[in-house]
């Protein structure tokens, strides 16, 4: 009898010991449950915000990942999940796009080409003739003055050499035009490093040229030539353009630098661009402004003032005027305000696919006496290119 009560005891003792040691365990499950952790930082170690309650600044537009918090119960695939950033693009590069860019500006300027052939290859070169040549070169928005010089210079030709076959007048055309467009003017782009610190490119034009887009296709040039970019959303004034701007940088890694309370001072969002791109050791900072009326003086005061604001941290050493060249003779008296200024060192010729008046480029140089630097010929996020002068004359005369 004893030894049957000694087992019945023994029994209860170990589901005791069962039931013990299954709670605990429910008691621990359920508080690991209720606890969480924050992922680590680089390097295995909490990040500094982690840490003192701090906040890394980083520049606008640069992609960035914020740190999670993850249960320790989660499954282990979300555990695991990395954010992942967004994907850049690669531009095209500039010397890769100049035969396909060359060939849209022949389909889009072979008016000029054509009548001019037309007329000097026909017999009987009298006044009647030299008139519609000329009148067709003034069409092209060439200029009086440059026009009349190309006219004499025709004239001298074919009554010197008595030849009027399509080939010789072709020649003849291509070097006149190619004088008049001067290869000889510096058009590089300043967009290297200068004595320590990064370029300045302020970019100026009246409204509805295209200049955000032009800034945002400028950095991609630069970027597919192996440059650091630092955007600036000067252009305070219209709601639209610094996400414009912004999102043209996101796509290739340019960070943008940018007010977030609309009309806030130009001046003081292209002084800190110029600032946080020596702070960042990048090449070049490009510094879109606000589109404005060049008979607007009040305007056009402002654009001053950001250059002097600027120029009080670093020198400009590049200012690109963006003009249409559908806007003829127009935009020749908008350039000449501009340069009083803020002295232009170069022009942007949007729109140039769009029309048949190539002779913009020769009139914009002699007016303002700088060069052509960089032409659009599209809609496309790779539509512009460095203007190159005998390209432009081939495809004049294609």
């Known amino acids: 009898m004893s030894t049957l009560l000694e087992n019945i005891w023994l029994l209860i003792g170990l589901i005791s010991l069962v039931a013990v040691g299954a709670l605990a365990a429910v008691v621990g499950l359920v508080r690991g449950r209720g606890g969480k952790r924050r992922d680590l930082g680089p390097g295995g170690s909490a990040g500094r915000g982690a840490q003192d309650g701090t906040e890394g600044r980083v520049a606008p537009g640069t992609p960035t990942s914020s740190p999670t918090l993850v249960e320790s119960g989660a499954r282990d695939d979300i555990a695991a999940a990395e954010p992942t950033g967004p994907v850049l693009e690669r531009p095209e590069s500039p010397r890769g796009r100049l035969q396909r860019l060359r060939a849209r500006l022949a389909r889009s300027n072979t008016a000029l080409g054509k009548g001019l052939l037309a007329l000097l290859s026909r017999g009987g070169l009298d006044e009647d003739t030299w008139e519609d040549v000329e009148d067709t070169l003034l069409s092209s928005d060439l200029g009086v003055e440059a026009s009349a ?181 127009n935009g020749l008296r908008q350039a000449e305000v501009f340069a009083e200024v803020v002295a232009v060192t170069g022009i942007v010729l949007t729109k140039l696919d769009g029309t048949a008046k190539g002779g913009i480029v020769v009139a914009v140089q002699r007016k303002l006496g700088v060069p052509v630097k960089l032409i659009g010929l599209g809609e496309g996020p790779d539509d512009l290119a460095p203007f190159d002068p005998d390209a432009f004359v081939d495809a004049l005369l294609a």
């Open 149 to 329: 010089e190309l006219v004499e210079s025709l004239k001298t030709r074919v009554r010197v050499d008595s030849v009027r076959d399509e080939a010789t007048v072709r020649a003849w055309l291509r070097e006149d035009l190619l004088r008049l467009v001067d290869p000889s003017m510096d058009r590089r782009v300043a967009a290297s490093r200068i004595e320590g610190r990064p370029a300045v490119i302020l970019v100026v034009g009246v409204n509805g040229t295209g200049k955000t887009t032009t800034v945002g296709k400028l950095a991609r040039v630069l970027v597919a030539e192996d440059r650091d970019v630092v955007l600036g959303a000067a252009d305070t004034f219209r709601a639209a353009a610094a996400d414009q701007l912004q999102t043209w940088g996101e796509r290739v890694g340019v960070p943008t630098i940018r007010s977030d309370r609309e009309g806030a001072d130009p001046a003081a969002v292209a002084y800190d661009s110029v600032k946080a791109a020596t702070e960042m050791e990048a090449d070049v900072v490009l510094i879109d402004t606000a589109g404005r009326l060049h008979n607007k003086a009040n305007l056009m005061d402002e654009l001053g003032k950001i250059k002097r604001v600027v120029e009080k941290q670093s020198p400009i050493d590049e200012v690109l005027l963006v003009l249409d060249a559908t806007t003829g003779q």
